[in-house]
C-alpha cells in the first residue's frame, strides 16, 4: 500500500501517460465495464489501448471477464475513456489501485464517470438480462475507500452524497431508454462485498432496505468519483435473481452469460447516451 506521496505521483505519472495518448482527444466521459459487458470496448472507434499494468498505480485484475486495459477513442463519435475492468474488494484491502484509476481520468478532464456491473434482481418485475438505472445505493461492503487520511488535493474531508447518482444524467438516460425502445428499470443497488453470492436471508434482507438489486462494485467507484467532483451515471445487467428468488444456480459463469444476453440492449443503450451524457 503506497503512501499519500507515491499514490499522489502514480496518479501524477498515469494522467500524463493517458494525456500523451490522447493526442488532440479532449474525452469528458469515462466508463467502466462490468462483468460480461466489456465487449463494449470492441466498439470503440480508432482505439489506442493502455494496459493497465502500464499505468503506474492503476489496479492488477484477477477476475474473469475483467480485461484490464484503458482504451481511448470515440462512441459514437463523442470521445470517451473506457476502463475495460476493475479490481473488487473481494480480491484486496488495498483501495489506492482503484483510487489511481479514478483520480488519473478526473486528472486528464473527465466529468462524468459511467459505471455498469452485473446483479442480482430483488424484485419479481425486474428480469434476468434486463438493465436497472441505478438511483441510489446502499453500502453494505464494510467498507469506505475513503478510510484514512484524506488528501486535500483530490477532494474534501466530508462531502454529500445525496446526489451520488446524478439527477440530471439519470433523466437523459431514461429518455435515451424511451426513445431507442430499451426496457430501463430504475432502482436502489446494495453492494455486498463477496465474493460469496448473497443468502436467501440476505436477500430477504436487502429487499425490507428497499433494495432492487445486489452486487459486489459500483459504490466504491461512484465515491471516489463523487469525492473529486466528478457527476456519476451508472447501469446493472440483471444476470439472475437473488438467492432464494428462482431455481436458478448461481455461479460466475453464470454471470457472465446472463450478462451477455443482455450486452446487446446496454451497448444500444451506452451508443446513444454518450451523445447527450
Known sequence: MPDAQTHAENVRLSA??????????????????????????????????????????????????????????????VPVIVLSGRKHFYETHDAYPLKTMIRAVRAVGVETLFLSNAAGS?????????????????????????????????????????????????????????????????????????????????????QGWGGDAVGMSSVPECLLARHCGMKVAGVSCITNMGAGLSAESLTHAHTLENAGKGAAAFEKLVLAAVKVL
Open 16 to 77: 500524463a501517460k493517458i494525456t500523451a495518448a490522447l493526442g488532440g482527444l479532449r474525452p469528458k466521459l469515462a466508463l467502466i465495464l462490468g462483468s460480461g459487458l466489456g465487449g463494449l470496448a470492441r466498439l470503440v472507434e480508432r482505439p489506442v489501448i493502455l494496459p493497465y499494468r502500464d499505468l503506474p498505480g492503476f489496479p492488477e485484475l484477477t477476475v474473469a471477464g475483467h480485461v484490464g486495459q484503458l482504451i481511448l477513442g470515440t462512441l459514437s463519435g
Open 122 to 206: 430483488l424484485r419479481a418485475h425486474i428480469g434476468v438480462s434486463e438493465l436497472m438505472l441505478i438511483t441510489d445505493h446502499i453500502n453494505f461492503l464494510g467498507l469506505n475507500p475513503l478510510v484514512g487520511p484524506n488528501d486535500d488535493a483530490f477532494g474534501p474531508r466530508f462531502f454529500s452524497v445525496t446526489d451520488a447518482w446524478d439527477p440530471g444524467h439519470r433523466a437523459k438516460l431514461k429518455h435515451v431508454a424511451k426513445d431507442n425502445a430499451i426496457t430501463l428499470h430504475e432502482g436502489v443497488y446494495v453492494a455486498f462485498r463477496g465474493p460469496s453470492f448473497e443468502t436467501p436471508a440476505e436477500i430477504r434482507m436487502a
